[in-house]
């Protein structure tokens, strides 16, 4: 149970006479979990991570109101993900040999 009112010496006095039995409970916290529930507990926390780090970059640099929010994520994208694709093209697109490649002759007959 989480006590939620503002922090005045009043609503603190009146939830510990007993107002705290009017509070819902919280569901239960997961404790444990194990297999997919792991990892996507684990995915989710690390998303909400790099989403906070990304929204702090912007905010501390003040650049907040002129990047909305989704704009900011695909930026940081594209730039964490630019060499990944720079070294794709690099390694599929251009040959490695430095011979010239040389016509079949044409035989006369």
């Known amino acids: 149970m989480k006590y939620k009112e503002p922090r005045a010496l009043e609503a603190l006095e009146q939830f510990i006479g007993g107002g705290y039995k009017s509070y819902e409970e919280d569901e ?6 194990e297999g997919a529930e792991y990892w996507i507990k684990f995915a989710q926390n690390t998303q909400r991570d ?3 780090e990304i ?10 109101k002129h990047v909305p929010a989704p704009y900011r994520y695909m930026l940081i994208g594209g730039v964490v993900v630019m060499p990944i694709f720079l070294v794709f093209a690099l390694l599929c697109c251009f040959s490695d040999s430095t ?6 002759r044409r035989t006369v007959s």
Not at 28 to 33: F, M, V
Not at 55 to 64: C, L, P, R, S
């Open 28 to 33: 239960e916290i997961p404790r444990n979990l």
């Open 50 to 52: 790099f989403v906070r």
């Open 55 to 64: 929204d702090h970059i912007f905010y501390h640099y003040g650049m907040e």
């Open 99 to 104: 011979e010239e490649e040389i016509a079949p």
